[in-house]
């Protein structure tokens, strides 16, 4: 039973323009979200994250918008840079405010950034 | 400044031997995890330690599968009798167990990538 899905295997998006990666969950008790970047042959890579009790969250070209009625989040880059190739994966938790628990995650999205 | 580390970064054995995989994470960290990523899958949790309290083990596939964590600070892996459906990479991370700005990042490693022919 996959409590979080990413329905999206694979985006292609041109450089410059927004890249929207998507993300449903079904576990009501999730309560903070993350998204990761993975490389090949790497370890996932810590990219954004959200609390529940707010509905989004910017970084520099990255946000993340939290939809709790629709069980949905979506992460934005904009503009997309080459640099940003790379498999997306969202991840949830149900630990409670600010503690540690084990994460959830999504199958991933591989993003392609082309010039 | 160092990073979670793993070692080996790669493994080869043959089905039945018995293989350790070792993590070591982030100096004060005390929230360790384990992850295995299947080809073409997600991240699937397998076990988490945190401080003194007994580790969570409701992700481990088979008693098969163990871990411990010495000290509070490394971890190892160990898969006995090893089966070709254990193929993947072994990933580790690590975290602080409670921030006050609720911040709940981990903090991966490059994994181990294990190969059971």
């Known amino acids: 039973d996959q409590q979080v899905k990413q329905n999206s295997p694979s985006l292609s998006v041109q450089e410059g323009r927004i890249s929207i990666l998507n993300c449903d969950y079904t576990?009501?008790?999730?309560?903070?979200f993350l998204w990761y970047k993975k490389y090949p042959a790497e370890g996932p890579t810590f990219l954004i994250s959200?609390?529940?009790?707010?509905d989004k969250n910017e970084d520099g070209r990255f946000t993340v918008f939290l939809n709790k009625s629709a069980k949905h989040l979506s992460l934005h880059i904009v503009p997309s840079q080459p640099g940003d190739s790379a498999v997306y994966f969202c991840?949830?938790?149900?630990?409670?405010?600010?503690?540690?628990?084990?994460?959830?995650f999504g199958t991933g999205t591989r993003l392609q950034v082309t010039l | 400044g160092a990073g979670v580390s793993q070692s080996p970064s790669n493994k080869v054995t043959e089905k039945g031997k018995d293989v350790e995989l070792r993590c070591d994470p982030i100096?004060?960290?005390?929230?360790l995890y384990w992850y295995r990523q299947s080809l073409g899958q997600g991240l699937e949790f397998l076990i988490y330690?945190?401080?003194?309290?007994?580790?969570?083990k409701s992700g481990l596939p088979s008693d098969r599968f163990s871990a411990e964590r010495t000290g509070g600070s490394v971890s190892t892996l160990t898969i006995q009798r090893t089966q070709q459906e254990d193929s993947a990479v072994y990933l580790c991370?690590?975290?602080?167990?409670?921030?006050?700005?609720?911040?709940?990042?981990?903090?991966f490693g490059p994994g181990t990538r294990l190969t059971v022919l």
């Open positions: 991840a949830a938790s149900d630990g409670g405010p600010g503690t540690a628990s084990k994460l959830t």
């Open positions: 100096s004060g960290h005390t929230a």
């Open positions: 576990n009501s008790m999730f309560d903070y």
């Open positions: 330690f945190q401080g003194n309290s007994a580790p969570d």
């Open positions: 991370a690590s975290s602080l167990a409670y921030t006050i700005s609720g911040e709940r990042s981990q903090y």
């Open positions: 959200i609390s529940s009790i707010k």
